[in-house]
């Protein structure tokens, strides 16, 4: 079992920017993925961004140029860095991981919101 912690969501007015953080119970070193996920209110949970084990990242293409993900081998640690955020960023966030035995694991989520 893997424990994903999320933190760094809060409530930022349009324009700003948040940084979150995901830390997992044990080495992320073989992870196949891991990722940030969104849900808002209404709508489905949607890929955010994810960086694979060759630190090979993809992004929506609503966060492309705003958004970066990265990661801490040495900390079992994933970040996204949200710049530029816009009231449609609104949602809770939530860390995933996957692991080459085919097992994965989501964080408890962290809020995210953006006033205009």
């Known amino acids: 079992q893997v424990q994903l912690v999320e933190s760094g969501g809060g409530l930022v007015q349009a324009g700003g920017s948040l940084r979150l953080s995901c830390t997992a119970s044990?080495?992320?070193?073989?992870?196949?993925?891991m990722g940030w996920y969104r849900q808002a209110p209404g709508k489905q949970r949607e890929l955010v961004a994810a960086?694979?084990?060759?630190?090979?990242?993809n992004y929506a293409d609503s966060v492309k140029g705003r958004f970066t993900i990265s990661r801490s081998i040495a900390r079992n640690t994933v970040y996204l860095q949200m710049n530029s955020l816009k009231p449609e960023d609104t949602a809770v966030y939530y860390c995933?991981?996957?692991?080459?035995?085919?097992?994965?694991?989501w964080g408890q989520g962290t809020q995210v919101t953006v006033s205009s």
């Open positions: 960086i694979s084990v060759s630190s090979s990242t």
């Open positions: 044990r080495s992320i070193f073989s992870m196949n993925d």
């Open positions: 995933h991981a996957d692991f080459p035995t085919g097992d994965d694991y």
